[in-house]
């Protein structure tokens, strides 16, 4: 098992930036890849962003690229997205995720960002 908390969410004005964290516990070292997917009411979950266990390899969704940065703490066992020049469709409630060698999918709880003046 693993289990999954987000933080970093809130209110941003548009332009600004904002460092989403997940940290991780239990069973860490069957974690094969991470990664950060959002949901805005009514419309279905995507695929943020992604990295490899050893953040060797990272994936970007073309909506977020060049504003959106992935990475990993591996000593911390915490992933992170900073996210910057945020804009009012970037709201949405942000979810991580790992999936293990098995290809077990876990979440976290959620983090709700909102992008507004």
């Known amino acids: 098992q693993v289990q999954l908390v987000e933080s970093g969410g809130g209110l941003v004005q548009p332009g600004g930036s904002r460092r989403l964290s997940c940290a991780a516990s239990?069973?860490?070292?069957?974690?094969?890849?991470m990664g950060w997917y959002r949901q805005a009411p009514g419309n279905e979950r995507e695929l943020v962003a992604l990295i490899t266990s050893g953040g060797g390899e990272k994936y970007y969704a073309d909506s977020v690229k060049g504003r959106f940065t992935i990475s990993r703490d591996i000593a911390k066992n915490t992933m992170y997205l900073q996210m910057n020049s945020l804009k009012p469709e970037d709201t949405a409630v942000y979810y991580c995720?790992?999936?293990?060698?098995?290809?077990?999918?876990?979440w976290g709880q959620g983090t709700q960002i909102t992008v507004s003046s």
């Open positions: 239990g069973n860490i070292f069957s974690i094969n890849a």
């Open positions: 995720n790992a999936v293990n060698r098995d290809l077990m999918k876990y």
